[in-house]
């Protein structure tokens, strides 16, 4: 079956940085594109970046310029990497993978920024 496991996550001062990765497996990860939403309390789960199987990014306005996604097909990974948070960036961040009507999640992984 498919499974999508998150990690990386946890409490980092504003101004820090965070790594996330996603884990594939289950599915065959190069033509899926894979994105990382975040869901603060109370409001809507939404898109932070993605990137499609041959590479093309796409990023929320909110996190241009401080957050990179990347993947190695290789290692069936996604990665986010997250510099200069925000106490704005605390979220669940989940991974996502997509392909066509194909959709799967992760379970998420919980981002704290806070001094």
């Known amino acids: 079956q498919v499974q999508l496991v998150e990690s990386g996550g946890g409490l980092v001062q504003p101004g820090g940085s965070l790594s996330l990765s996603c884990a594939a497996s289950g599915i065959i990860f190069s033509i899926y594109t894979m994105g990382w939403y975040r869901q603060a309390p109370g409001k809507q789960r939404d898109l932070v970046a993605a990137?499609?199987?041959?590479?093309?990014?796409n990023y929320a306005d909110s996190v241009k310029g401080r957050f990179t996604i990347s993947r190695d097909n290789a290692k069936n990974t996604v990665y986010l990497q997250m510099n200069s948070l925000k106490p704005e960036d605390t979220a669940v961040y989940y991974c996502?993978?997509?392909?066509?009507?194909?959709?799967?999640w992760g379970q998420g992984t919980q981002v704290t920024v806070s001094s």
């Open positions: 996502n993978a997509n392909v066509y009507s194909s959709s799967h």
């Open positions: 990137i499609t199987g041959g590479g093309s990014t």
